[in-house]
């Protein structure tokens, strides 16, 4: 089928049939379905409506199931969001995440079908459990579509971990962190909650620093207090020169 037609780049209607157009190939227009119907040649057919991407708007991020974290790990999780398909800058922004102490670090995601994958962090030395619907961020449309995206091969219901830390000596280690996160919060308590939750991911990345269980000690082998003489050889006394008494009162009054 044929059809002549304008191209215009500023429209002020969202939709704009001739009416000739509509009455002889039935045209039904469905706005609860976003597409329109009509029919050639006896065969039915669709098209979407085209919706323009508003580049300012924000679309908030939920988790999409019940997500369980061990301690002291990180865990790829499904998530849910109203953006249509594009390339997006998630932001983290959640107040019950900071309650619970777990961080989602900012990323740039890829969005299909409303769904997303990215990363949680459990800092804290017990198992946290994150209800389904969970508000974890925002995601805003970002300009260059071209980018790189962690992309985890998802299996086995979700339960892939990543970064979990285990060894011999766990319990030493979940002590050690229990202090410094204390440490953490106890140096950061006088910030507003905003602040604090900016400045706590920077913080745990240089926590080793802040690590009070154990004393550190100083290697001070190759530092001498003394200047080295030769044996034998006392080092030259030298008493100040004196002054007369008036010379002195002088100096005392400059002074």
Not at 160 to 183: D, E, R, V, W
């Amino acid at each position: 089928m044929k059809v002549n037609t304008f191209v215009i780049e500023d429209l002020c209607a969202d939709l704009l049939l001739g009416g000739d157009f509509c009455d002889i190939h039935h045209v039904n227009i469905s706005y609860a379905n976003k597409h329109l119907t009509f029919k050639v040649k006896q065969q039915q057919i669709t098209v979407r409506f085209y919706q323009q991407l508003n580049e300012q708007q924000v679309f908030n991020v939920k988790t999409m199931n019940d997500v369980t974290i061990p301690p002291l790990s990180a865990k790829f999780i499904q998530t849910t969001t109203a953006a249509p398909p594009m390339s997006a800058l998630f932001t983290p922004s959640s107040k019950q995440l900071s309650k619970q102490h777990i961080f989602a670090p900012h990323a740039i995601l890829m969005i299909n079908n409303n769904t997303t994958t990215t990363t949680l962090l459990n800092t804290t030395t017990t198992i946290q459990t994150i209800p389904k619907g969970t508000a974890i961020g925002q995601v805003k449309y970002h300009e260059d579509n071209k980018c790189c995206y962690v992309c985890p091969d998802l299996q086995d219901n979700y339960q892939h971990h990543i970064s979990a830390i285990t060894s011999c000596s766990i319990q030493q280690k979940l002590t050690s962190h229990s202090s410094i996160t204390s440490t953490i919060d106890e140096m950061i308590s006088h910030l507003p909650r905003t602040q604090q939750e900016q400045i706590r991911p920077v913080l745990f990345k240089h926590k080793s620093i802040f690590n009070t269980s154990k004393p550190s000690i100083m290697k001070t082998n190759n530092i001498y207090h003394r200047i080295p003489i030769q044996p034998h050889y006392q080092p030259i006394q030298s008493y100040p020169y004196r002054k007369s008494v008036k010379e002195t009162q002088i100096i005392n009054e400059q002074v």
